[in-house]
């Protein structure tokens, strides 16, 4: 921030045209205001807050995670399968899909998964609250997933990814681990499974960790080559708590 300011005090100083002025002015502005706005959507700048997003390893290990659970159609099907080839995972979980779902993720917790806080509402707006709104916001999803499993999360991560200056402040405050990704696989949005799991193959290296969603029918029918596709790719799928060397509860 403060180099751009020198910029256009520089700009407003060096020239006496008006155009070229306030030419000046606008497009050190509008640089400003992108490098705002790409910070804000990108977890992996570490613009506003320092989100682990890869673990510091030359090994070939990566780690598994999927947000937007509990889900009643989908997340029974993923459990299957990390059960299946013995894979552990983390599940950021939205606090307003628990109720109903209790047994879900009691299942996630007694089959050694790890649980962390996506928020409670998950709203679009979620990043406009205020501090004070959204720390009583993960607070009511912490009551949640204590209730069901009796277990206190650090780790939270952001909605949507999207960080700013009260994202800062609440996490600060409440003393979460903020959790990224490096690699975004899109499933939310992906329609071939060729394709997402290509998209995810090439983005793998060691300490990568992939963000996926437990609310896809598509990532459920894709995680068994999903696995076995890292496997031989010579990569061992390991938990998050390992892979960034944290603590997942209090």
Known sequence: MVPLLLLVIVVMTCTDHPVIMWSGFAAVLLLQIGIVVYGCINIQSGYFVQALCKGKTEEKIVALTFDDGPNATYSGSILDTLKQYNVPAAFFVIG???????????????????????????HFWFDMYSTKKMIADLHQADAEIKKATGKLVRLFRPPYGVTN???KSAIKRTGYIPVGWSVRSMDTAAKDKAHLLAKINNQLEPGAIILLHDSMEITAAVLPELIESIQAKGYRI???DELLNIRAYA
């Open 238 to 240: 390991t938990g998050l």
């Open 96 to 122: 307003r899909n628990i109720e109903g779902n209790e047994a879900i993720l009691k299942r996630m917790d007694a089959e050694g998964h790890i649980l962390g806080n996506h928020s409670f509402s998950h």
């Open 165 to 167: 200056p009260n994202v």
